[in-house]
Each structure stands twice: as structure tokens, then as C-alpha cells.
């Protein structure tokens, strides 16, 4: 029931691309991307909603694919900022949310 | 708009005394999420809430742990008898109702000695 997340790091340069991928063995009724810094709580990014959407929020957009069960996050032209571990969370039910192992990401200046 | 508020922060307790942790929610958000974290994992789900009634609890949760909320408010996560083993940081979350985006609090961390 728990998501799987690809790969499970990342290592890039600033100004480089990275994309997350996240799969699910489940139909989904959304999809939720978080984002952790070490020591904090995980912080929310976007959801997507079954659909096949795609949502963007500056230089970080996603995607969900309803009928494979997959969603994939994509970061463009990398900052410092962004390193931190990315969770996708899914929801099969339109009731909790099941997190996955995370991604972690770290940008090298 | 406050967000979710979680304390005691941080939390040092022997082997085999009892903690209690308590998380208020987003005022307007009726639904309330208890999650563990350990090093190098997601967020692993321990039950939920809606409004007062708590509508599931994960199977892999011991009898020892116990979450209430009484009002519909705030919530308390309380542990018995803890062990090394419940060494994490506990992760209170809310959410307008499901399928909607879930806030977390900075979260609760417990270190059993």
C-alpha cells in the first residue's frame, strides 16, 4: 500500500533538472508532494487530484497519471533551496494519506 | 491563521514511563492526523480523526499507544510503558475535511532512555 519513490537520491548542480517519480500498486484518488529540510516537519508542495492533472508552482511541477498510478515531480533549474527529502503521498480512498520512502535531493553549489 | 501546534517539542522519558503529546489543530480543520517518523523514513500513519471520532488506527499501532480527542479539538497521543523502540518524532497534521491538503505541526520529538 505504500507508495515506492524513484530514485532514492539525487545528487545535481544548481541550475540543473531532476524529476521524482512515485507509483502506487493502489487506484488513487490524489496524490501529495511534501517537502523535509533535516530537523523540520515535512512542508506541502501540491496535490493532484485524480484527472491527470498537472500543477505548477514556479519552477516545481507535477504530474499524475490516474490509470497507471503514477505521479512524477519536476524540479527545473535547481536552487540550493530545494535540497531536502521529497515524500509523495497517496490516498486511494479519499481518506489518508500513505507516504512513501522519500527521495532525498541535494544541490551542490 | 495559526498552524498546527504540537508540544511538548521535545521529549526525553526513561524506559517505561508514560508520555503524552498534544497537537492543536488549524482552527477551522475538522479532520486531525497522527504520523511517526524515524531517521531516513516517510511519515508512517497512526490514525486519524474526524471531528471527535477516531475513524481508524493502524494495525501496527501497540496497545500502548492511545489518541484521543475529546472535543473535536485538540488531541492527545499518549504512550505506555514506553520503549527504545518508540524513539521517533511524532507528526500531528490537519486537514478541511479528505482529499483535501493535510498542514503538520513541527512535530514532537521522543528519545526513550
Known amino acids: 500500500q505504500q507508495p515506492v519513490q524513484s530514485p532514492q537520491a539525487v545528487i545535481l548542480r544548481e541550475g540543473e533538472d531532476a524529476v521524482i517519480n512515485c507509483s502506487s500498486s493502489?487506484?488513487?484518488?490524489?496524490v501529495h508532494w511534501y517537502r523535509q529540510k533535516h530537523g523540520e516537519a515535512p512542508v506541502f508542495l501540491m496535490i493532484l487530484l485524480k484527472g491527470g492533472e498537472q500543477k505548477g508552482h514556479e519552477k516545481i511541477s507535477a504530474s499524475f497519471n490516474e490509470k497507471k498510478q503514477q505521479s512524477s515531480l519536476y524540479l527545473t533549474a535547481s536552487q540550493l533551496s530545494y535540497s531536502g527529502t521529497y515524500f509523495c503521498?497517496?490516498?486511494?480512498?479519499?481518506?489518508?494519506?500513505?507516504f512513501g520512502k522519500g527521495t532525498r535531493l541535494h544541490i551542490l553549489p | 491563521d495559526t498552524g498546527v501546534s504540537q508540544n511538548p517539542r521535545h521529549k526525553i522519558t526513561k524506559r517505561g514511563q508514560n508520555v503524552t503529546f498534544r497537537c492543536d489543530p488549524i482552527s477551522e480543520h475538522n479532520r486531525l492526523y497522527w504520523y511517526r517518523q524515524t531517521l531516513g523514513q516517510g511519515p508512517e500513519f497512526l490514525t486519524y480523526?474526524?471531528?471527535?471520532?477516531?475513524?481508524?488506527k493502524s494495525r501496527l499501532l501497540s496497545d500502548r499507544f492511545s489518541a484521543e480527542r475529546p472535543k473535536g479539538s485538540f488531541s492527545t497521543l499518549e504512550i505506555q510503558r514506553t520503549e527504545q523502540g518508540d524513539s521517533a518524532m511524532y507528526l500531528c497534521?490537519?486537514?478541511?475535511?479528505?482529499?483535501?491538503?493535510?498542514?503538520f505541526g513541527e512535530g514532537s520529538w521522543l528519545t526513550v532512555v
Open positions: 480523526f474526524q471531528n471527535e471520532a477516531q475513524l481508524e
Open positions: 503521498g497517496t490516498d486511494p480512498v479519499d481518506d489518508k494519506i500513505i
Open positions: 497534521a490537519s486537514s478541511q475535511g479528505a482529499g483535501n491538503t493535510i498542514y
Open positions: 493502489k487506484a488513487l484518488y490524489s
